[in-house]
């Protein structure tokens, strides 16, 4: 966390940095930011049990991403619409509750992050 209020996480498979505002609106119910025409929307935000996360505006298959609070890749996932996040890692093993961060990319674009709160 900067002197800002701002949590960086970073993705060393990728070499990319994002920075996520947790004051933003983003752990709030049906919620989207974006850049460009490109948004991520998170519904319900905190969640416990499952959360949709929905990419629009890439105008391609989309590369999640969902990162632990140090960083760490949980789990991955290529949507071409919503998808159903149950707070599980790749292989199915149930997360602890906590904030992690849930980024969305397309070849050629920026990437998007947010911060979600499992509980």
């Known amino acids: 966390m900067d002197d ?9 498979d990728n ?6 505002d947790l004051d933003a609106p983003g752990i ?7 850049i ?8 319900s935000n905190p969640f416990r049990g499952s959360l949709t996360i929905t990419p629009t505006g890439f ?17 991955t996932a290529q949507v071409d619409g919503p998808f159903l996040w149950n707070g599980t890692t790749d292989s199915g ?11 969305a990319s397309t070849k050629g674009s920026e990437s998007i992050a947010r911060a979600v709160l499992l509980r």
């Open 15 to 20: 070499q990319k940095i994002y920075q996520i």
């Open 36 to 43: 460009a025409g490109e948004a991520l929307r998170l519904s």
């Open 93 to 103: 093993a149930p997360l602890p509750a906590g904030v992690y961060t849930v980024a």
């Open 59 to 75: 105008g391609a298959v989309v590369n999640l991403t969902i990162y632990d609070s140090t960083g760490r890749v949980v789990r």
């Open 4 to 12: 800002e209020g701002y949590l960086w996480a970073s993705d060393n």
């Open 28 to 34: 709030v119910e049906n919620t989207s930011v974006g």
